[in-house]
């Protein structure tokens, strides 16, 4: 696979946060996700595959199940198979999602 640019063709949204995927492969998609101060952006309650955030730029909050980790540029957190997840953006935030497109076994 060529090298890609994450930040290429990324775009901010009033109407709510924009994702722009990278990639997709057999087991992981890459998407980097662009929240406007304020917004926020909830994964659907079904969806507890693990992911990992990588924070590119800005400040907020990522939502790990019950726990909420702030975050600044440069931040990784890794939300384990099983756990909810969302983001908040306290400044414009830019995040790297990569997660498993396998469902965890219940």
């Known amino acids: ?3 890609l640019n994450a930040i290429t063709g ?3 949204s009033d109407a709510g946060p924009l994702p722009h995927v990278v990639h997709v492969g057999p087991g992981l ?3 980097v996700l662009c929240l406007r101060a304020g917004q926020l952006l909830d994964a659907p309650a079904e969806d507890t595959t693990e992911t990992v955030f990588a924070v590119l730029s800005g400040r907020g909050r990522v939502v790990e ?3 909420t980790h702030e975050v600044v540029a440069g931040d990784v957190v890794h ?3 099983g ?3 969302g983001l ?3 400044d414009d935030l830019v995040v790297l999602g990569v997660r498993s497109l396998a469902r ?3």
């Open 29 to 31: 998609a890459s998407l």
């Open 104 to 106: 965890p076994a219940a």
């Open 1 to 3: 696979m060529p090298r």
């Open 65 to 67: 199940g019950a726990r």
């Open 79 to 81: 939300v384990l198979p």
């Open 10 to 12: 990324t775009a901010f």
């Open 88 to 90: 908040r953006a306290l």
């Open 83 to 85: 756990s909810g997840k």
